[in-house]
C-alpha cells in the first residue's frame, strides 16, 4: 500500500522567511513523487515532481522540494517566503509500477504573515 | 490553452436525484481521472478513464456512482439517488500519459440537501 504523511496541520512563517512544509510517504519500489498547491475554491495546481534524476526538485514559484530516500521525506521549501504563498499544500505520491492513482496525504494549511 | 474545466461549479441537488458533474481535459490529453475531496480531507481516488474505457475504478463507491468518457464531448462522473453524505468537492484531472503529472480542474461542489 501506498501512503503519504503531513505531519503538520498548519504552518506559520513570516513572510521573507524560509518555508518548510513536511511529507513523509510509503511505497512500495520507486515512487513518483508530486507537490500542489490549492488556493481557497480553487483546483489544485501543479508545482513540482520527482521522478528519477537529482534529489533536490525545483519547481513554480520558487518552490523547491528535496528527495530523501534514507528518510523517506519529500518536503517542499522557499527560501523566502511571500504572502501570497499562503494556501493549502498537498503532498502525493504514485509507485512507478502499479496502478494510476495519486495518493494525497491530508494537506498542510501555510499562513504567512506580513 | 485551456486547462482543464468543469461544470457546473456548484451544484445543489435533494436527496434521491441525480447529479451529473462534467469535465473535458486539457487539449490533447487523453487521460481522466476523478478525485473526491471531503470537508477536512485530502483528495481520494474514485476513477481513471481514457477514451471510451474505465481504465482503473478501484476508488469508485460500488453502488450509485458511475463514469464515462465517451469518444466525443466530456467525461461524466453520474451518482444516482443522492445522499448527504455525497457532499463534497469532486475535482476531475487529466494528463497527456499515463505517468506524468496530472492537472486539475477548479472541481465541482455538490450540495446534498
Known amino acids: 500500500a501506498q501512503s503519504v504523511a503531513q505531519p503538520e496541520d498548519q504552518v506559520n512563517v513570516a513572510e521573507g522567511n524560509p518555508l518548510t512544509v513536511k511529507c513523509t510517504y510509503s511505497?512500495?519500489?520507486?515512487?513518483?513523487l508530486f507537490w500542489y498547491v490549492q488556493y481557497p475554491n480553487r483546483g489544485l495546481q501543479f508545482l513540482l515532481k520527482?521522478?528519477?534524476?537529482?534529489?533536490l526538485v525545483k519547481g513554480s514559484y520558487g518552490f523547491e522540494a528535496e528527495f530523501n530516500k534514507s528518510q523517506t521525506s519529500f518536503h517542499l521549501k522557499k527560501p523566502s517566503a511571500l504572502v501570497s504563498d499562503s494556501a493549502l499544500y498537498f503532498c502525493?505520491?504514485?509507485?512507478?509500477?502499479?496502478?494510476?492513482?495519486?495518493?494525497f496525504g491530508k494537506g498542510t494549511s501555510l499562513l504567512v504573515t506580513p | 490553452n485551456a486547462g482543464v474545466m468543469q461544470n457546473p461549479r456548484h451544484l445543489v441537488r435533494r436527496r434521491g436525484q441525480e447529479a451529473r458533474l462534467r469535465c473535458s481535459p486539457m487539449k490533447g490529453h487523453s487521460h481522466v481521472y476523478w478525485y473526491r475531496q471531503l470537508p477536512e480531507e485530502g483528495l481520494k481516488f474514485m476513477v481513471y478513464?481514457?477514451?471510451?474505457?474505465?481504465?482503473?475504478e478501484s476508488g469508485m463507491p460500488k453502488e450509485r456512482f458511475s463514469a464515462e468518457f465517451p469518444k466525443e464531448g466530456p467525461s461524466i462522473l453520474r451518482i444516482q439517488q443522492v445522499v448527504r453524505g455525497d457532499s463534497a468537492a469532486y475535482f476531475c484531472?487529466?494528463?497527456?500519459?499515463?505517468?506524468?503529472?496530472?492537472?486539475f480542474g477548479p472541481g465541482t461542489r455538490l450540495t446534498v440537501t
Open positions: 478513464l481514457q477514451k471510451e474505457n474505465i481504465i482503473d
Open positions: 511505497v512500495s519500489g520507486n515512487p513518483y
Open positions: 520527482y521522478i528519477t534524476g537529482d534529489n
Open positions: 502525493a505520491v504514485r509507485a512507478n509500477h502499479s496502478g494510476y492513482a495519486l495518493n
Open positions: 484531472a487529466s494528463s497527456p500519459e499515463t505517468f506524468y503529472e496530472q492537472y
